[in-house]
């Protein structure tokens, strides 16, 4: 069975410009998570998809960055205009069950994204 | 809300010795606790994870965690550490009423021969 898989695995873009990272859940998976680490600090939640619907997007940092999960498959974030404290590392994490708090979630390799 | 603490960013022991990485979380309901691994390149691993029931609990590569509640602890240790170890480790939080998981700083792992 396919793991979560994310892409690009790196991007490097200049301040202002616009970059979309996308996620593949595992297959069946309808909890989709998106967290961000920036260098340093601890990995932080940004949104959780059930489905196609936004369940808690609490931890987004601002209306630069948006989310969709088409048809309740794949994610994309995108980030536009990009700034400098943008850059760290985007992790996609997915897991089965809706309602389960305790469910695991299985995570991606991430994405490394650097704002220059 | 939830929090979780590392103590400890960096983390050295020799290949054979002990290993304890410790985690403490603060928490106004009943904690799920878990413990994941990064090793280079590679995504967040769940290495185990505490839910209810028994409070000592093993999970893959040798390691275990005990959740105290009494010190609000959820420490990780090996009894002997391997080369293959070495990796950054993730405490993270939940409980019954977000599915967000909530996050320490990551303890980085080494090794030595």
């Known amino acids: 069975e396919a793991g979560v898989t994310q892409f690009p695995s790196h991007s490097v873009i200049e301040k202002g410009q616009t970059v979309t990272l996308r996620c593949d859940p595992i297959?069946?998976?309808?909890?989709l998570y998106w967290y961000r680490r920036v260098m340093g600090k601890e990995i932080k939640f940004l949104l959780h998809?059930?489905?196609?619907?936004?369940?808690?997007e609490s931890g987004m940092p601002n209306n630069r960055f948006l989310a969709e999960r088409t048809g309740g498959t794949y994610s994309t974030l995108k980030v536009q205009p990009a700034e400098l404290e943008d850059s760290g590392v985007y992790f996609c994490?997915?897991?089965?069950?809706?309602?389960?708090?305790?469910?695991?979630?299985?995570f991606g390799p991430g994405t490394r994204l650097l704002v220059l | 809300a939830q929090s979780v603490t590392q103590l400890g960013s960096h983390v050295s022991v020799s290949e054979g010795a002990l290993v304890l990485l410790r985690c403490n979380y603060s928490?106004?309901?009943?904690?799920?606790l878990f413990w994941y691994v990064q090793y280079p390149n590679q995504g967040l691993q769940l290495l185990l994870k505490?839910?209810?029931?028994?409070?000592l609990v093993k999970g893959i590569n040798g390691f275990e965690a005990e959740f105290k509640k009494s010190e609000t602890s959820f420490h990780l240790t090996k009894p002997s550490a391997h080369m293959s170890d070495a990796a950054e480790y993730f405490c993270?939080?939940?409980?019954?009423?977000?599915?967000?998981?909530?996050f320490g700083t990551g303890t980085r792992l080494q090794v030595f021969p």
């Open positions: 998809f059930v489905k196609e619907s936004k369940q808690d």
């Open positions: 505490y839910t209810t029931g028994a409070t």
């Open positions: 994490a997915s897991s089965q069950e809706s309602g389960s708090f305790e469910e695991t979630q299985y």
């Open positions: 297959s069946g998976h309808d909890n």
């Open positions: 993270a939080v939940t409980t019954y009423n977000t599915d967000k998981l909530i």
């Open positions: 928490s106004s309901v009943p904690p799920y």
